[in-house]
């Protein structure tokens, strides 16, 4: 497995489209169409969206978007960055591509000088909180949209 992201473009934008989860995931994350109108629809740089691709064979195995700098309580008193959406396809997970995606978002967001990686999630059974918790993630005390906050320190 040698994963790479690669930029959203009229050449990848139809298999980023083609990404679809387990469908009992399908509740806690939005399909990649809404995340690549939330990214059209909002300021130039607040949005980092790539699709997943093994390198191996050029397949697409999943897509990623990451907040860049954005006003988190609308009031100008916090800026953040972080993962905003994470699709892994539905026959890719368990192989290390979710693991790929998280630390590509926390080596750019580094790149960048930040020192925090945020990311929420819906809480329950069938979502991510395990995954999020082994990879270092720490909740807040904060909720989002009625996720819970989760929050990683970049070394």
């Known amino acids: 497995m040698t994963p790479r992201l690669e930029e959203i473009t009229p050449h990848t934008v139809e298999a980023a489209l083609g990404i679809r989860v387990r469908p009992e995931q399908e509740h806690a994350v939005r399909p990649v169409a809404h995340s690549l ?11 980092w969206p790539r699709l ?6 050029d397949r697409p195995v999943g897509f990623l978007m990451a907040f860049l700098g954005i006003d988190w309580h609308g009031d100008g008193s916090v ?8 699709n892994i396809a539905a ?5 290390g591509y979710g693991r ?11 790149r960048r ?9 819906h809480p329950g059974p069938t979502g991510p909180e395990n995954f999020y918790r082994r990879l270092g993630f720490h909740t807040t005390t904060e909720t989002s949209g009625g996720q819970t906050v989760g929050v990683l320190k970049l070394v």
């Open 52 to 57: 997943i691709v093994d390198g191996d064979d």
């Open 113 to 121: 000088g930040d020192s925090h990686l945020y990311v929420s999630w």
């Open 91 to 95: 026959g890719e997970q368990g192989r």
């Open 79 to 86: 800026f953040r960055s972080g993962l905003w959406r994470l």
């Open 37 to 47: 109108a939330e990214a059209y629809a909002h300021p130039a740089g607040v949005a």
């Open 100 to 110: 790929f995606a998280v630390e590509s978002v926390a080596a750019e967001l580094r």
